[in-house]
């Protein structure tokens, strides 16, 4: 309860009119503060007003007066700085150390704040309870949240791919090597394939980049995939053979399990063929960084990421049995995720890190040019009655889901923060 508390105090949520400490006198809040999560008073450096004579201070909130005695507060200095106790029940009188009283103010809030608080947060991680508002919410407002979350999952993912480049002493081609690698995995297999670039350093590949066996061996080596098939494919066995004498060579260890996933999933998205097409991007040298940042169309990515898959992979997903048709490297769903997830973060990491403001637009600009991605999280929004007419949106979506909805924070969201405004209020 104090938490919601909390959250009303700090969005001003209170009634205002005729606003009075419980012994009566006349108060107004100038500021309530800043928001501490850490030891210590609820809100530092907040500014009030009682019978006319401002107060600069601290406020600390209680669901009970009563609470401030039993926390320890009228013992512990860190409190004597408190210049307004704000509670919802008055229980108690409450002092500082010194037993001067402490001036305190109700803040009642509605009896169904915390039952809807609850079924919000309750069922977020499963459903969208808000559904029902959302489509009563004017379109400016949810627009403008779209465009918050928009950036806010653009800048993590250019956060994350510079502070690769920054582990890797500012080699921007090894960071987007890991990066393009942790793509190609998409949502199932990304940490597999991220840990697989890590283990095999772009440095060694580009010393055998001329020779497709080459790179093929030393990818699909690392990866613990070849084992099961060198006995029966005479392929594998030959990249087997090759990888044994160049992790000889290069002194490489191959990691332990890196946990593949491939149960119903379709064959194109199997590891085995991202692999060979990640081996086929490295093939004759990776040079991606530059290549990446000229993306400006969706042609321009297909392009860029519809390596030629001659050879062995030209008709196979797999090990095994050669296929009866030829393959494209990837569909064009798929290059649009990767232009989603690779090309738009590097566009963003790589302008911020060098000023360049003509690029950070593109990226977002670029997010605006593609399609949607269709997944559960873009057609539960849809359903709720949100439009979702480009790529940026639907990764706002996906923004939204992950970090807010499934981590129960409505309370920071500006749909869960609209709706329990109206019922924060309770009349006398």
Known sequence: MEKLMQYVWQHR???????????????????PGRLNNDAGPDFFNAKISIDGRIWAGNVEIHFRASD?????HSSDSAYDSVVLHVVDRDDAVIRRSDGQIIPQMRMPCSPDLHLKYGALVGAADRDIPCAGAIKDMPSVYITDWMSTLGFERLYAKAERLEEMRRRFGGDWEQAVYISVARCLGFSVNSEP????????????IGKHADSQLAVEALLFGQSGLLDKYAG????????????AFLSHKFGLRA???LGWKMA?????????????VLASLIRSGFRMTSRLLAVR???????????????????????????????KAMSRESVTIMTINCVAP??????????????TDRASALLHSLAPENNRIVSMFGEAGIKVPDAFTSQALVELRRNYCEKRKCLYCRIGHRMLADSARRRE
């Open 264 to 276: 119903r999933m379709r064959p194109p998205n199997l590891p085995y063929r991202r692999i060979a």
């Open 232 to 243: 029966s494919d005479p392929y594998a066995a030959r990249l087997s053979r090759e990888y």
């Open 13 to 31: 949520l209170w009634r205002q009119n005729d606003m009075r400490t419980v012994d009566g006198r006349r108060l107004q809040v100038i500021d």
């Open 346 to 359: 590097l566009m963003m990491a790589y302008g911020t890190v060098h000023g360049d403001t003509h690029l």
């Open 193 to 204: 394939f991220e840990r697989l670039a890590m283990s095999m350093p772009l440095m060694f």
């Open 68 to 72: 401030w005695h039993r926390h320890g």
């Open 255 to 257: 990691p332990e399990a």
């Open 297 to 327: 169309t969706i042609d321009d990515a297909m392009a860029l990421f519809s390596p030629a898959m001659d050879g062995y992979w030209s008709t196979r997903y797999t090990f095994g049995p050669e296929g009866n048709r030829t393959l």
